[in-house]
């Protein structure tokens, strides 16, 4: 159902009769008996009117999560410049800024909803946090509001999401050696692209295993390269797959610059980005 053409129309001209918002309240309040209940309050969001008379039948109720979810979709359509939020569910406007992504210092600092700074932890997200001992990296959450944001560019256009390039993010630290610990320079980033078939995001992430690899698990296929390295082979390189996610995830050694150099990469296929729930 379709409900901008109504929206349109001023809030203070008495509707025609011959139109859906002038009929009489009587057949108003008995078209409900003949629609579900989200399109029935749809409906009352068309103008004043029709939201006083239907209001008061509604208001008493408290509507399920699901229920909201699917009146916010059918919103959405009709308004497509706004997006679901399955934080607050509410329907947020886009601004068509970059602020939404991932660039920035910090995570959230600039984004403009207050909702996503108060944001639970591990509320739909993936936390792009690396743990090397004492070198602590500023974490860097991907939320479902940037692949939604993402995919909606792709699916509706330029003006209705943030580009895959917000979603970059590089970092280059250099750590002195401090007791035992050797000096080491550290390079994270991470990537992002759109495959059009099957629709799907795909982040690349440089310094990072899948959280479900345990520690021993990584440090077995550590030692096992730095074995292989040691035995004169001077690039070595193996793949695995997290047996949990389905995430691919490559461990190389190499030298670069006549030094050794470690890189792990981690490749997240997050999906079609329709809802949190989507595979
Ligand atoms: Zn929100
Ligand atoms: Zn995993």
């Given at each position: 159902m379709s409900l901008l053409p109504i929206f349109?129309?001023?809030?203070s001209q008495i509707p025609n009769m011959n139109t859906l918002p002038g009929l009489p309240v009587e057949l108003l309040l008995s078209i409900t008996d003949f629609l579900p209940i989200n399109d029935w309050i749809c409906l009352s969001l068309c103008n004043h009117r029709l939201f006083a008379i239907y209001n008061h039948r509604y208001k008493s109720m408290w509507p399920t999560r699901e229920m909201k979810l699917t009146i916010l979709r059918q919103l959405q359509q009709d308004l497509p410049r706004h997006f679901i939020c399955y934080q607050c569910y509410l329907l947020h406007l886009?601004?068509?800024?970059?602020?939404?992504?991932?660039?920035?210092?910090?995570?959230?600092?600039?984004?403009?909803?207050?909702c996503r700074r108060l944001i639970r932890k591990n509320?739909?997200?993936?936390?792009?946090l690396t743990e090397f001992g004492y070198w602590n990296y500023m974490p860097r959450r991907f939320s479902f509001l940037h692949l939604q944001l993402a995919m909606r560019r792709f699916y509706l256009?330029?003006?209705?999401g943030i580009t895959t390039e917000s979603l970059a993010y590089t970092q280059v630290r250099f750590h002195p050696s401090k007791g035992s610990w050797p000096g080491v320079t550290y390079l994270i980033s991470t990537d992002a692209r759109i495959r059009p078939e099957p629709p799907g995001l795909h982040i690349r992430m440089h310094m990072y295993i899948c959280k479900h690899v345990p520690g021993w698990q990584k440090e077995r296929q550590l030692d096992a390269m730095v074995k292989a390295f040691f035995q004169g082979k001077y690039f070595s390189r193996s793949k695995h797959t997290c047996?949990?996610?389905?995430t691919d995830y490559q461990i190389e050694l190499c030298v670069h610059f006549d030094q050794l150099a470690l890189v792990l990469t981690t490749w997240f296929n997050l999906g079609p980005g329709l809802t949190p729930d989507d595979p």
């Open positions: 349109d129309q001023n809030a886009y601004d068509g800024s970059e602020s939404f992504g991932l660039s920035g210092p910090k995570f959230w600092e600039g984004c403009p909803l207050r509320f739909f997200e993936l936390e792009l256009g330029d003006e209705f047996k949990r996610c389905n």
